[in-house]
């Protein structure tokens, strides 16, 4: 099961290794009125990291909200 574990991680990190890789061109990004010249993977992590926020807090609301209600 350790091995499993182990060469998971290594794809892992091999498939990240070669979006970053990929994805170094600066592109266009827009948001709202504000417009910047990023590289392509800064705002896949931005954007991802911000997924990942957002569902964060929406799993700690709603954990509080079910904790109140008890």
């Keep these: ?8 991680f290594l794809l892992l990190s091999i498939i990240l290794v070669l979006v970053v890789v990929q994805n170094t061109d600066p592109i266009q990004a827009r948001f709202l009125w ?8 800064i705002l896949l992590f931005v954007t ?4 990942f926020v957002s569902g964060l807090l929406v ?7 079910e904790k109140s209600n008890v």
């Design 1 to 8: 099961m350790k091995n499993i574990k182990l060469f998971l």
């Design 34 to 41: 504000l417009t910047a010249e990023v590289p392509a993977i």
């Design 48 to 51: 991802a990291a911000g997924g």
């Design 59 to 65: 799993a700690l609301l709603m954990k509080s909200r």
